[in-house]
């Protein structure tokens, strides 16, 4: 189940009600808590409605849970996480790694009793051991989200942006998200060598991802994918172009219907 509501009065952080998940949609400045301490929600969500009054925040008790509010919702700024549920590491560890596999563009921090060494391998922004140093918790993640939005690109279009990173010869990992949909193009070297999108790999996923009307774009300097492309970027948004106007005239065709 999903947290209790904050009492009205609270101003500022915002959990959601266990009623629908589609119930609402989060805002911009959102933070997912995932833990099992409900007394240590609870604080976490007073002290940001004092300091971070516009951030919206929604807790779950479980993984399986927040991969539920994940799945529904993936705009998020930033997790926090405990990996200890259950007397083990397991479920919160395997949580860690899958959404670093599925949703890379959100940074995760692990708030753990459990020892360092059980986020050795796991791609964390920070380990903050408990109970947190509220005003250090509060920085870090404040400093994490500038950060993240500091690397957005707006007002570009995809096709440009990806010619620009050829041009540039830049080693990266371009997030592509839009309403929920998140996908990865990889680049080494100024090179389109992978691109992933709702389990589809290859060209296919970055024609999905070109086809995105209102995404978002976040560069993230790395690039750990095997290659799997070998046309060249040019050839693909040519492909892509012809294949987008086969499909207007089709639609424009008078007297056919859907």
Same mark, same amino acid.
């Given at each position: 189940?999903?947290?209790?509501?904050?009492?009205?009065?609270? $101003?500022?952080?915002?959990?959601?009600?266990?009623?629908? #998940?589609?119930?609402?949609?989060?805002?911009?400045?959102?933070?997912?808590?995932?833990?099992?301490?409900?007394?240590?929600?609870?604080?976490?969500?007073?002290?940001?409605?004092?300091?971070?009054?516009?951030?919206?925040?929604l807790?779950?008790?479980?993984?399986?849970?927040?991969?539920?509010v994940l799945?529904?919702?993936?705009?998020?700024?930033?997790? =926090? &996480?405990?990996?200890?549920?259950?007397? $083990?590491?397991?479920?919160?560890?395997?949580f =860690?790694?899958?959404?670093?596999?599925?949703?890379?563009d959100?940074?995760?921090? *692990?708030?753990?009793?459990?020892?360092?060494?059980?986020?050795?391998?796991?791609?964390t922004?920070e380990?903050?051991?408990?109970?947190?140093?509220?005003?250090?918790?509060?920085?870090?993640?404040?400093?994490?989200?500038?950060?993240?939005?500091? $690397?957005r *690109?707006?007002?570009?279009?995809?096709? &440009?942006? #990806?010619q620009?990173?050829?041009?540039?010869?830049?080693?990266? &990992? *371009?997030? =592509?998200?839009?309403r929920?949909? *998140?996908?990865?193009?990889?680049?080494?070297?100024?090179?389109?060598?992978?691109a992933?999108?709702?389990?589809?790999?290859?060209?296919e996923?970055?024609f999905?991802? #070109?086809?995105?009307?209102?995404?978002?774009?976040?560069?993230?300097d790395?690039c750990?994918?095997e290659? &799997?492309?070998?046309?060249?970027?040019?050839?693909? #948004?040519?492909?892509?172009?012809?294949?987008?106007?086969?499909?207007?005239?089709?639609? $424009?065709?008078?007297?056919?219907?859907?």
């Amino acid at each position: 189940m999903l947290s209790p509501a904050a009492e009205a009065s609270c $101003s500022g952080a915002e959990t959601v009600s266990p009623e629908p #998940l589609n119930a609402r949609v989060p805002l911009k400045g959102n933070l997912l808590l995932v833990d099992a301490d409900e007394f240590l929600i609870e604080m976490i969500e007073s002290a940001l409605s004092l300091a971070r009054p516009k951030w919206s925040v929604l807790a779950t008790r479980q993984p399986a849970e927040a991969l539920e509010v994940l799945e529904k919702y993936s705009e998020f700024d930033a997790i =926090v &996480t405990d990996i200890a549920f259950h007397r $083990s590491t397991q479920a919160g560890k395997a949580f =860690v790694r899958e959404v670093g596999r599925r949703w890379p563009d959100i940074p995760i921090f *692990v708030m753990t009793h459990a020892d360092r060494d059980e986020t050795q391998g796991l791609d964390t922004a920070e380990f903050i051991a408990k109970p947190p140093d509220i005003d250090f918790l509060i920085s870090r993640i404040d400093r994490t989200i500038r950060r993240q939005r500091e $690397s957005r *690109v707006r007002g570009i279009s995809l096709p &440009t942006f #990806l010619q620009i990173i050829e041009l540039e010869q830049k080693t990266c &990992t *371009v997030i =592509v998200s839009d309403r929920g949909r *998140v996908g990865e193009l990889y680049f080494r070297e100024g090179k389109l060598i992978h691109a992933r999108l709702d389990g589809t790999e290859g060209r296919e996923a970055l024609f999905g991802m #070109l086809s995105m009307r209102d995404h978002n774009l976040r560069v993230i300097d790395k690039c750990d994918a095997e290659r &799997t492309i070998m046309a060249s970027l040019t050839s693909l #948004l040519m492909d892509w172009s012809i294949r987008e106007d086969d499909a207007r005239r089709h639609r $424009s065709k008078p007297g056919e219907e859907n």
